[in-house]
């Protein structure tokens, strides 16, 4: 009897222990799906710590520098990170490698005589023209012969892109009229103009001239850009004279009968 029930309560147990085991499989399995679904709420599937570095976390880490992370570790002067790599950028002002005056003159400059201009280099160089107006008194051969002193002005102008230093104009006469002047007009500004005064030494060959006449004027204009270096250009004018006996009739007041070029032009006439 007492057998029978010892084999009953080990029936029993055993009956407890395989019901209690298949609840804690279920249990386990149910467990496992939600962790699948969530894995945050189980702690097993985050890890400790990364390896290596994670660039874009805005902190310049150990392995991380300017050539494989920028968007951390930023970039040098003059680089700005543009898609994780550093690259120049034109007109910030300051030169960087592969920056010249072809590709960026607003960072690299121009060379000596240029200047930076729409990011292109262009040359400096004055623009001058100059104009010449006779005086009045100056329209007798007689007068010029012995008076030449104010023959006419001159005035040039700078319309180029840089100051002109330095102006001189040298006048020549084709046909001997007069000796070579020159004039200094010193420094013309952008923009500016600056007028003088021409003195001439005429010749005997004007008192040549009996009749009104057109005789011609070159001019050769000399000059230096900002950055020293030499130009030149040319211009042609052109001066009427009237014959030497229009003093008898017209400048009685400014050239005196006794004036050795009267008496020169006078023997000329006889």
Not at 84 to 110: F, S
Not at 155 to 162: H, I, L, M, R
Not at 171 to 179: Q, V
Not at 238 to 262: C, E, F, Q
């Amino acid at each position: 009897m007492k057998l029978q029930n010892h084999f009953a309560l080990l029936v029993i147990l055993l009956v407890v222990i395989i019901i209690s085991g298949c609840t804690q499989t279920d249990n386990t399995s149910a467990g496992t799906n939600a962790n699948s679904a969530n894995p945050q709420s189980n702690p097993s599937s985050i890890p400790l710590f990364q390896i290596g570095p994670a660039c874009g976390n805005n902190r310049c880490e150990s392995g991380e520098m300017t050539t494989n992370c920028c968007n951390d570790c930023g970039c040098q002067s003059g680089y700005y990170c543009t898609d994780n790599v550093c690259k120049p950028r034109c007109g910030d002002g300051i030169k960087t490698d592969g920056e010249t005056a072809d590709n960026c003159c607003q960072d690299a400059g121009c060379p000596s005589g240029e200047s930076c201009q729409n990011n292109k280099c262009i040359l400096l160089k004055p623009k001058l023209s100059a104009n010449f107006v006779q005086t009045t008194e100056s329209y007798s051969a007689t007068y010029l012969k012995a008076r030449g002193e104010k023959a006419g002005r001159i005035t040039v102008k700078n319309s180029g892109n840089d100051g002109a230093t330095g102006v001189k104009v040298r006048l020549t006469s084709p046909d001997s009229y007069f000796s070579d002047s020159i004039t200094d007009f010193g420094d013309i500004a952008l923009n500016g103009q600056v007028t003088r005064d021409i003195n001439l030494i005429f010749s005997d060959s004007i008192l040549d001239i009996t009749a009104d006449k057109e005789i011609g004027i070159k001019a050769q204009v000399t000059f230096s850009n900002s950055a020293n270096k030499q130009l030149n250009d040319e211009e042609s004018f052109s001066m009427r004279v009237a014959g030497r006996m229009v003093y008898t009739r017209k400048l009685r007041h400014t050239v005196k009968p006794h004036d050795l070029n009267v008496q020169t032009a006078q023997g000329r006439h006889s």
